[in-house]
Nanobody, 126 residues
């Protein structure tokens, strides 16, 4: 079963740091875009940071200079180092990736599908 598994969320004081990690597992033949989104209560899910299929990193303006996204292509993992955290960063953080998997049946073949992790809570509070 193909899935994204996140880890690293928790409670941190303002100004502190957290590191989120996400690993893609299962029968995967390729990984394209991979990144992190977040959703705070009552708000829409928004991009935090992500690698495009071309390999460049995009960041939300609100996290530039404080968050760093990294990727290990050999291990199919993506991480998010979050420094100088602010209370407004509190949200559920979701890993997202476009994964190439094999589909069986009449239209068998390898296709890219969009996958989401289960989410990990980040709370920034004193």
């Amino acid at each position: 079963q193909v899935q994204l598994v996140e880890s690293g969320g928790g409670l941190v004081q303002p100004g502190g740091s957290l590191r989120l990690s996400c690993a893609a597992s299962g029968s995967i033949f390729g990984v394209a875009a991979m990144g992190w989104y977040r959703q705070a209560p009552g708000k829409q899910r928004e991009l935090v940071a992500a690698f495009t299929s071309g390999g460049s990193a995009n960041y939300a303006d609100s996290v530039k200079g404080r968050f760093t996204i990294s990727r290990d292509n050999a291990k199919n993992t993506v991480s998010l180092q979050m420094d100088s955290l602010k209370p407004e960063a509190s949200a559920v953080y979701y890993c997202n990736a476009a994964l190439e998997v094999e589909r069986l049946g009449p239209s068998s073949g390898r296709y890219y599908y969009d996958y989401w992790g289960q989410g990990t809570q980040v709370t920034v509070s004193s």
